[in-house]
């Protein structure tokens, strides 16, 4: 196997995580009948971004390597606001429903 072989390899399995994370994410709505978009969304989205990244850096393609590089902040910030030590999900009832 060459160099080139494996690093396709290795970009073919990040387009495979990345796409993976969209029937993560439709499984989870049908379940709740509503639009919803799970943690492992996120990552998915981050794991399968930065395998893509590795292979647009060894590719040498700056569009890609861009486009991977922003996604990757946007998908980091995601899973840092939802592990966030104040995060309080407030249930059904809000403060706008209540008396």
Same mark, same amino acid.
């Given at each position: 196997?060459?160099?080139?072989?494996?690093?396709?390899?290795?970009?073919?399995?990040?387009?495979?995580?990345?796409?993976?994370?969209?029937?993560?994410?439709?499984?989870?709505?049908?379940?709740?009948?509503?639009?919803?978009?799970?943690?492992?969304?996120? !990552?998915?989205?981050?794991?399968?971004?930065?395998?893509?990244?590795? !292979?647009?850096? !060894?590719?040498?393609?700056?569009?890609?390597?861009?486009?991977?590089?922003?996604?990757?902040?946007?998908?980091?910030?995601?899973?840092?606001?939802?592990?966030?030590?104040?995060?309080?999900?407030?249930?059904?009832?809000?403060?706008?429903?209540?008396?």
């Amino acid at each position: 196997m060459t160099l080139d072989t494996l690093w396709l390899i290795i970009g073919f399995l990040g387009q495979g995580v990345f796409f993976m994370r969209w029937v993560v994410q439709w499984i989870a709505s049908e379940r709740h009948a509503e639009s919803r978009v799970p943690t492992a969304f996120w !990552y998915m989205s981050l794991i399968g971004g930065l395998i893509t990244l590795a !292979y647009a850096i !060894y590719r040498k393609d700056p569009v890609f390597i861009a486009g991977q590089s922003i996604g990757s902040i946007v998908y980091l910030r995601n899973l840092m606001l939802i592990h966030r030590p104040n995060s309080v999900d407030p249930g059904p009832a809000s403060s706008a429903t209540k008396s």
